[in-house]
């Protein structure tokens, strides 16, 4: 039959000047409403950096990225660094295909994203 899917879900820890969101399943339409939720939440405590840990996410469609871009430009509104971390070759893929690589902070790892300027 169908391959089970992982149940979507965001857990939020913090570091040193920051606060990092790991992001677990899939983020379709239906998860992007929770997804947009939790980075506000995070977005709203105010941290120097925010790290989004994707490393868990197995897919990721249009609601998802937009509401990446809309964290982006929170954090460019309010001075304050987003990084992204953990994207699987499918989620990088569409990254690619929307030609934001470019214009997303991308990091190997959730350490090397924390630890970035």
């Known amino acids: 039959m169908g391959t089970?899917?992982?149940?979507f879900h965001v857990s939020s820890s913090e570091f040193p000047g920051g606060v990092r969101l790991d992001v677990r399943g899939e983020i379709a339409l239906a998860e992007a409403t929770?997804?947009?939720a939790a980075i506000k939440e995070?977005?709203?405590r105010q941290p120097k950096k925010l790290v989004i840990n994707l490393a868990g996410v197995g897919y990721m469609n249009t609601p998802g990225l937009a509401a990446l871009v809309e964290a982006l430009q929170v954090s460019r509104k309010t001075n304050r660094a987003l990084a992204l971390t953990g994207l699987s070759e499918k989620v990088r893929a569409v990254f690619e295909m929307a030609r934001l690589t470019k214009v997303f902070s991308i990091y190997p790892s959730a350490a090397e994203a924390e630890q970035a300027s």
Do not use: C, L, N
């Open 34 to 36: 929770q997804f947009r």
């Open 42 to 44: 995070a977005q709203d």
């Open 4 to 7: 089970s899917r992982e149940p």
